[in-house]
């Protein structure tokens, strides 16, 4: 039996040749989708929250936590367009 978050990570994380972020969306949507109880952990929460948690299970080697944090940043957040000028030095 395949596991879904591994699934996930493995389309999201593919090589620019055969990655399909679409397709790794729509899994994250079916994952949550089909757990509800999974969902409501995560809703709620602040995009920085959610991308601190992700930090955090990176740093205690949690795969699953940090997949699944990723998934619902994929299914819950659209892609960001951060932009602004960037200063380097002192103030």
């Known amino acids: 039996m395949s ?5 996930f990570d ?3 994380t ?7 972020r679409t397709r790794a969306v729509q899994m994250a949507k079916e994952y949550f989708a089909m757990r509800p109880d999974r969902a ?3 809703e709620g929460k ?4 959610l991308v601190a948690l992700v930090s955090v299970c990176r740093q205690a080697n949690n795969s699953a936590g940090r997949i699944e944090a990723d998934m619902f940043i ?6 960001q367009n951060i932009t ?3 200063r380097m030095g002192a103030a």
Do not use: I, Q, R
């Open 3 to 7: 596991d879904p978050l591994f699934e």
């Open 10 to 12: 493995a389309e999201w």
């Open 14 to 20: 593919a090589s620019n040749a055969t990655k399909d």
């Open 40 to 42: 409501a952990f995560f």
């Open 46 to 49: 602040a995009l920085g929250e």
């Open 74 to 79: 994929v299914a819950a957040h659209p892609p």
């Open 84 to 86: 602004g000028v960037m």
